[in-house]
Structure formats: C-alpha cells, structure tokens
C-alpha cells in the first residue's frame, strides 16, 4: 500500500513539475493577451454635398471612450460660416439604438476651410452600438442648421499581431486604408541596446509562393525613426494604398521590425497580421 501510495505521489510530482515548467515557457507567447479594451464598433465616414464634405473621418468606440481619427471636414463657401464657429452634430444608428455626438470647431481654420481631427475623444456611457447602419452629420451655427449629409459608412476590420516580446496594437483596415497602429513592447532594455526602429508594412505577393521568402513580400509604407519616438507611444496615423486593384482586407499583412544602433548591429524579425472581429478583446 505503501510503494502504491509513493508512485501515486512521484506521478503527480512528475506531472506538476511538467506543467509548471510548460506555463513558465508559454508566459511570453500569452502574455499580451491578458489584457484589452473592448472595441464596439470601427467605421470610415465619409460623404459630400454642396456645402460640406467629410473625408475619411474614422469613428470607433471602447468601452470608455468615443474616437474620431485623421480624416477631414472641409466647407466650401467662408461667408456662411463668417463669424461664427461651427457646431457639428454626429449620429450613428443601428437598428434599436442612436448615438449623438456634438462638438464644436474652436480652431477651425475659416482661411482654408478645412478641419482636421487629430485623435479626438470624449467620454461616453457605455454606449454599444454593435452595428451602424446610418450615419448623418448636421453643421450648426448660432442654433441654425446650415445643412445635413448623410454619410457612407465603411467597416473597418481591427488587426493584431504579436510575438513574445512585441505587438502591433489599434491597427486596422478597409479595402485601400490602414490604419498603422503602433508597436508596443515589454521589453525595457530595447532602448539601450538600440537607437533606431523601422518598420515595414508588406503583404505577400504571391500568395502560392513561400512566405517565408522576403522577395515574395511588397512593401507598401515604412516608418523610420529613434526608438524612443516609435516604440510604445502614439499611433502612426493612416495610409492610403494608392493601387486600386489590391484589396489589404484581401491580402497576408505582416510587418518587418528592424531594430539598429548606427552600426552593424541589427535585428530584424516579421509581426503577422490578424483580422480581430470588432467587439474581441484588444489589447
């Protein structure tokens, strides 16, 4: 009873030693997915009329915050907005639900008439709207409407990509638009042993060739800069693919990460990737 009771005993030993030292090896491939936000919703708006036009304006919301990303309003005529600073008013609705946001234009330019967002956002109350089906955007000037636009909606897809020590983070697609999202990383020792940082968006050219063939890649945009300036701060804004007939949502994304000090000293590795539907967890 004894010897049995001791085998009983070194099997679990044996088996819990296993999957210790099997969770200490995985930590680095899990760890950055232990934490997100949840994103609701991730659109481009855009729309014209004789009075307004905006242009690829982004529009997504968290669990905390209402976004409104890059993109343009420009007004073509200066006298109706002379003396006067402009109220919009933003509404998205699904089915059973509206969302309205309003903001005004305190420095909109009435020389060139255009106004540029720049990571605008604003709390919200937990609003979900899980799918927008209309969008209307009304410009408001000493409580007179001006004029209304319905505004085209396009979904964006939200990418992720990660290895154990760095991720691609809030980046995302439509069919000729990225946005970049930023490259985030655990590591607190890259910026001592490297001074600057690229990074090359590609998609795989041939998508029966080799993946793992370098010349089998297009780049389409790079970044360049210091480490300190790229690494684990703002995102890097958006690109416009100027081919019309390649579609990114289409396409195997990945970026290529070189990092370098001034000299031969080099490391370079690839990030794929991943389609995240909107509403998944991210980090």
């Known amino acids: 009873m004894k010897k049995k009771y001791m085998q009983h005993l070194i099997v679990s030993i044996v088996f819990a030693i296993i999957v210790s030292t099997t969770l200490f090896f995985m930590y680095d491939s899990f760890k950055f997915q232990t934490f997100g936000e949840i994103v609701y919703y991730d659109y481009i708006l855009s729309g014209s009329n004789d009075f307004v036009t905006m242009e690829n304006v982004e529009v997504y919301c968290d669990q905390d915050n209402f976004y409104l990303n890059d993109g343009r309003i420009l007004f073509t005529d200066s006298s109706i907005l002379s003396q006067q600073t402009p109220t919009i008013k933003l509404e998205l609705s699904s089915d059973e639900k509206k969302f309205n946001h309003e903001f005004t234009l305190d420095n909109y330019d009435q020389n060139n008439l255009i106004y540029s967002f720049n990571n605008y956002s604003s709390k919200t109350d937990g609003i979900n709207l899980d799918t927008i089906k209309t969008a209307t955007l009304t410009v408001e000037a000493n409580n007179q ?17 990660s290895n154990s020590e760095y991720r691609i983070e809030n980046a995302a697609i439509s069919k000729s638009m990225i946005r970049l999202g930023s490259l985030k990383t655990s590591n607190d020792n890259v910026f001592k042993d490297y001074s600057d940082v690229s990074l090359e968006y590609r998609y795989l050219k041939d998508k029966k060739g080799d993946p793992k063939d370098n010349d089998n890649y297009v780049v389409f945009h790079k970044i360049s800069g210091t480490t300190k300036e790229l690494i ?35 490391y370079a590795f690839a990030i794929d990737l991943n389609v995240q539907e909107a509403g998944d967890y991210y980090g």
């Not at 409407?145 to 990509?161: A, H, V």
């Open 145 to 161: 409407e001006l004029t209304k636009l319905k505004l085209d909606i396009t979904p964006l897809d939200r990418l992720e990509g």
């Open 232 to 266: 684990n701060n703002d995102d890097y804004g958006t690109y416009n693919l100027e081919d019309d007939d390649i579609d990114l949502k289409n396409e195997k994304l990945s970026v290529v990460v070189i990092l370098s000090n001034g000299d031969d000293n080099q």
